[in-house]
Structure formats: structure tokens, C-alpha cells
């Protein structure tokens, strides 16, 4: 199916695990995002990519680490999870600037 | 660093009242758009604006961007129970590299 997946839907996690989310698209979407959502800050960028091995730091990078070797997966990797990670994690894709961004339904993740 | 403000960050009405929300930067956006999300799903979009000035309707709901492009509004007339949700502004970075950050985003509750 066409769409933006991403995995798992919830995960649960000890302090100091690595843990990775996984998100795939298949419209090959040059642009890719990661974001977290808490309340009362609405959708918060970690990071993003504008094509395969191309990314960049959003505005709460700090802890987090991705890749992008092809251009339809984009994983999130928590190094050393904290219980301020806890949080849901949303991943979206656009074609290009300015164009709707799709969204997955989200990972929400749970340190404790 | 591009910040988009919004207002209120809540706000509960009646039925059949209208109301506005806010989306406020320092900072120029190439466009604009508004996103609505229902409870443990994505965004999912609403409209883009991209032209200063420019004015949007979508049904009972009316988009303005601003001249300078760098705020805009969402009014909705007669505001309904299906209204209920988290309404987020998202603006993309003038520069064409895609990034796109949100605005903490407004949650709306229309009692019957």
C-alpha cells in the first residue's frame, strides 16, 4: 500500500537502551522529517533530510541520530534513551518545499 | 532559528460561536500551512497559503496570509462539535531546503 509507515506504534524502553524507530515511504519523497510531539509544543523538528545521504539538525537534535541511505526509509535512532525522550514521534515526507507533508501515525515511546 | 507562535494554545466554545486563531513569526515564510489533528493520528492538511494577502476558504473556514508573509490566521464561523481538534500552523523555510516547523498548535473544544 501507498503511504508513509512507520514502527513500531509503541515501544517501551529502559534508561540507556538504544532504540531505533523505523519509518518507510513509498512515493519517494525527496524530503523527509522527524518530529516529536509533547504538550504544549506542538510538532518539534529533530531532524531532516532532502534526499538520500543528505540530512540536518532541526530544533532538538540533542540525543538523536539518523541515517538516510535510501531515499524511502529514514530511521531515528535514540543512542542512550532518557526519560525526557519519552514522547510521540511523528515522521512526514514532502515532494518538495512548500507541498503537503504526509504523515505516519506515529511511535509513542516510553523511557523509564 | 524560525519560530511560528500561535493563539490561543486552548480554547473551549459553544456551538455556533466563531472564533480565530493565530500564527506569528519574526520571520518570512515561503508559504504557510494549516494542519489539523484528531487524537492518535498525524496531521493531516488543510490548506497552504502562499502569496501575501492571499485568503483561503474552506468551507466555514476562512485562511489569510499575511502581506508580509509572515503570520497568518484561521477564522471559523458557526464552529460545529466535528471542529473539536488540534489545529497546527506549519510554515516552510524560505531558503528551499524543505524543512517545515510548526507552531505549538491551538487545541479546539466546540460543546454541543
Known amino acids: 500500500d501507498a503511504g508513509i509507515t512507520q514502527s513500531p506504534r509503541y515501544k517501551i524502553t529502559e534508561t540507556g537502551r538504544q532504540v531505533t524507530l523505523m519509518c518507510h515511504q513509498t512515493w519517494s519523497h525527496s524530503y523527509m522529517f522527524w518530529y516529536r510531539q509533547d504538550l504544549g509544543h506542538g510538532l518539534r523538528l529533530i531532524y531532516y533530510s532532502a534526499a538520500a545521504d543528505i540530512t540536518d539538525k532541526g530544533e532538538v537534535p540533542d540525543g538523536y541520530v539518523v541515517s538516510r541511505s535510501k531515499t524511502e526509509n529514514f530511521p531515528l535512532t535514540l543512542e542512550s534513551a532518557t526519560r525526557s525522550q519519552t514522547s510521540v514521534y511523528f515522521c512526514a515526507s514532502i515532494e518538495g518545499t512548500g507541498t503537503e507533508a504526509f504523515f505516519g501515525q506515529g511511535t509513542r515511546l516510553t523511557v523509564v | 532559528t524560525q519560530l511560528l507562535e500561535q493563539s490561543p494554545q486552548f480554547l473551549s466554545i459553544q456551538e455556533g460561536e466563531n472564533l480565530t486563531v493565530y500564527c506569528n513569526s519574526s520571520?518570512?515564510?515561503?508559504?504557510l500551512q494549516w494542519y489539523r489533528q484528531e487524537p492518535g493520528e498525524g496531521p493531516v492538511l488543510l490548506v497552504t497559503v502562499v502569496t501575501g494577502g492571499e485568503v483561503k476558504k474552506l468551507k466555514r473556514l476562512t485562511f489569510q496570509f499575511g502581506d508580509a508573509r509572515k503570520d497568518s490566521s484561521l477564522h471559523i464561523t458557526a464552529a460545529q462539535p466535528g471542529d473539536t481538534g488540534l489545529y497546527l500552523c506549519?510554515?516552510?523555510?524560505?531558503?528551499?531546503?524543505?524543512?517545515?516547523?510548526f507552531g505549538q498548535g491551538t487545541t479546539l473544544q466546540v460543546k454541543p
Open positions: 520571520s518570512v515564510f515561503s508559504s
Open positions: 506549519a510554515g516552510a523555510n524560505s531558503g528551499n531546503t524543505g524543512k517545515l516547523i
